[in-house]
């Protein structure tokens, strides 16, 4: 009996001793066993803000409002009041030619206008002095004294000769009728020619004083010189004899309104519309954003490496002229905008082959010390991933 107690004592004795064994194993095991770590720097959070999906147009800043100076007459270059970044006023000169050939071209086209309307004076002084003649105003006296004369004559009271003179006035008076008569188309003629050499002594001196006016060049808008290609002493071509081929003198431009001129994707043309906002930064400005507005949608596209683009102009309102022209300007064009939602980086989601989303999610209850979360995306503005369902605010993800 007492063996048998003795036995049982040792067994009791072993078992506890195992179980001792077991638990100390296995605490010891809990206790040094680590999750495997992740760089901080691969963490984000999941975060609130205002997303915006967009296609940006890149191009370069351009006066809506340009123009190319160039001059009527042909001349040298007397005087250049203004330079390139000098702001100008519609109707302020800008350029003044040398007059020393166009005055007396002035003086010369006033004395013909004047010879001429003395040739013309002329002409109607003869043309009333021939229209009195062809009326014959003395003829009906000149025949009366032939007649009492031929009377008196057959009484015997004057000799021949004085009814011989006076037949011979009357003749001559009939004579110098018939040519005033003659004469009178002549002078109508002479009138006539006289009135188009008047005309084309004016039109000559119109033309005349129009090209000295042409010499001195006004701007044509209110803006700022944007270069300047001529100087003091060059030669100026009229681009009313040379075309497009005149001289440029300078280049005006007004810069309170400005636009952007870019090329959108055919996979985005069709979220795009007039009128719709646009973002626009420049490097020279890189914490400001400017605001402006589609203006013009090309109709027809343009392909490259079988690429399809559309060209877009935004508008934008410059008033305090900060935006200069040829500046290099990105355009955000903004297609869709979400207020307060849920987002993470791009960087973050694993695209699955069934176009299904996940993410990566630190977790030390596993061995891998990280999880996959099934998510739900929204809009993209290419670097942050709208999160539609899935993940709450401030959970963290691992970025891939």
């Not at 000098?86 to 030619?97: A, P, S, Y």
């Amino acid at each position: 009996m007492p063996i048998k107690k003795k036995r049982s004592k040792i067994w009791i004795l072993a078992t506890g001793f195992i179980a001792l064994g077991c638990l100390a194993f296995f605490s010891f095991k809990a206790l040094t066993h680590t999750t495997a770590a992740i760089n901080p720097e691969r963490l984000a959070r999941v975060e609130r803000i205002d997303l915006v999906r967009s296609v940006v147009a890149t191009g370069k800043i351009q006066p809506t409002t340009k123009v190319d100076i160039k001059s009527k007459a042909s001349g040298i270059i007397l005087r250049l009041p203004v330079n390139v970044g000098d702001m100008v006023r519609q109707g302020q000169v800008i350029c003044e030619l040398d007059q020393n050939d166009l005055l007396p071209r002035v003086r010369q086209a006033r004395a013909s206008l004047s010879m001429a309307e003395a040739a013309l004076k002329s002409a109607q002084a003869d043309h009333e002095r021939n229209k009195v003649e062809a009326s014959g105003p003395d003829i009906p006296f000149l025949k009366r004294d032939v007649e009492r004369a031929r009377q008196m004559f057959g009484e015997g009271i004057i000799p021949q000769s004085t009814r011989d003179d006076a037949e011979k006035n009357y003749e001559l008076a009939i004579n110098r009728q018939q040519q005033a008569i003659v004469n009178l188309g002549v002078a109508k003629a002479a009138i006539s020619r006289a009135e188009a050499q008047v005309e084309q002594s004016q039109a000559a001196l119109e033309q005349s004083e129009e090209d000295l006016r042409n010499a001195t060049i006004v701007s044509p808008i209110d803006g700022v010189v944007l270069s300047r290609y001529g100087e003091i002493g060059d030669a100026v071509s009229s681009i009313l004899i040379m075309g497009s081929g005149a001289t440029v003198i300078m280049t005006l431009g007004d810069l309170r309104e400005v636009y952007v001129k870019g090329k959108v994707d055919e996979s985005d043309i069709g979220k795009v519309y007039l009128g719709q906002a646009a973002r626009i930064k420049v490097e020279s400005f890189k914490d400001q954003a400017f605001t402006g507005k589609v203006t013009k949608m090309s109709p027809m596209g343009v392909e490259m490496d079988n690429v399809t683009t559309f060209e877009v102009r935004i508008s934008i309102s410059n008033v305090s002229r900060k935006l200069m022209a040829t500046m290099t300007a990105n355009a955000e064009i903004m297609l869709e905008e979400r207020k307060g939602v849920l987002a993470i980086p791009e960087g973050a989601i694993i695209y699955k082959k069934d176009h299904s989303c996940e993410v990566e999610a630190p977790d030390s209850t596993v061995e891998s010390g990280k999880r996959r979360i099934p998510i739900v995306t929204g809009i993209s503005n290419g670097s942050k991933m709208q999160i539609l369902k899935g993940l709450s605010e401030g959970q963290q993800v691992i970025l891939q």
